[in-house]
Nanobody, 126 residues
Framework: QVQLVESGGGLVQAGGSLRLSCAASGLTFSRYDLGWFRQAPGEEREFVATIAWIGGSTYYADSVKGRFTISRDDAKNTLYLRMDTLKAEDTAVYYC???????????????????WGQGTQVTVSS
């Protein structure tokens, strides 16, 4: 049974930082592309960042580029998202996801990811 469990969310002031973690079990972690998505109330789930299973290439949404950093530790089966210079518009539930990518350089659509965590709330006060 595959499980992805996010942690590290919370309330932070604008300009602050948070680091999210996603602990995985039940899958061969190192074989999966991993991604972070977020969903604000009344909005669709949107792509934040992804990291490839081979080579560790990373891709970011334009809205977070230069502020967020995605990384992975395959020895610990854990995915991370370092978020700096947070803005009020970053407020959302953040989800980690795993995908067995078979084409292209990266996946950015939710439908392309097979496994999902339950989400962790990030609230940025202005």
């Amino acid at each position: 049974q595959v499980q992805l469990v996010e942690s590290g969310g919370g309330l932070v002031q604008a300009g602050g930082s948070l680091r999210l973690s996603c602990a995985a079990s039940g899958l061969t972690f190192s074989r999966y592309d991993l991604g972070w998505f977020r969903q604000a109330p009344g909005e669709e789930r949107e792509f934040v960042a992804t990291i490839a299973w081979i080579g560790g290439s990373t891709y970011y949404a334009d809205s977070v580029k230069g502020r967020f950093t995605i990384s992975r530790d395959d020895a610990k089966n854990t995915l991370y998202l370092r978020m700096d210079t947070l803005k009020a518009e970053d407020t959302a539930v953040y989800y980690c996801a795993a995908s067995l990518r078979t084409s292209g350089n990266y996946y950015s659509r939710p439908a392309e990811y097979k496994y999902w965590g339950q989400g962790t709330q990030v609230t940025v006060s202005s």
